[in-house]
Nanobody, 126 residues
Framework: QVQLVESGGGLVQAGGSLRLSCAASGRAFSSYTMGWFRQAPGKEGEFVAG????????HYAGSVEGRFTISRDNAKNTVSLLMSSLLLEDTAVYYCARKRSSVASVPILRDFYSPWGQGTQVTVSS
């Protein structure tokens, strides 16, 4: 059974940077697209970024493009999200998730992903 564990969240000032990591257990990590999602208080969860199994394809939400970078290390079964130029509105719980199927696409809808990690809080202060 695949388990995902996020780390790296915390409190950061606006304009600062933070790197989130997600460690995956189980086999065939490199066969699956991984995604980062976030949910702010009182808001719907939203797609942030995704990366294909090989790492060749990435996709970002418009609100983070140019500020966030997703990457993966298939030898270590990890996926990372480097967040720069953080804004107050980036405050949320961030979740990593594995795509349900091994088809090499990067969907943005939550239903395409399972399992999910427990989440890590990111708080951006002014």
């Amino acid at each position: 059974q695949v388990q995902l564990v996020e780390s790296g969240g915390g409190l950061v000032q606006a304009g600062g940077s933070l790197r989130l990591s997600c460690a995956a257990s189980g086999r065939a990590f490199s066969s699956y697209t991984m995604g980062w999602f976030r949910q702010a208080p009182g808001k719907e969860g939203e797609f942030v970024a995704g990366i294909s199994g090989s790492g060749d394809t990435t996709h970002y939400a418009g609100s983070v493009e140019g500020r966030f970078t997703i990457s993966r290390d298939n030898a270590k079964n990890t996926v990372s999200l480097l967040m720069s130029s953080l804004l107050l509105e980036d405050t949320a719980v961030y979740y990593c998730a594995r795509k349900r199927s091994s088809v090499a696409s990067v969907p943005i809808l939550r239903d395409f992903y399972s399992p999910w990690g427990q989440g890590t809080q990111v708080t951006v202060s002014s």
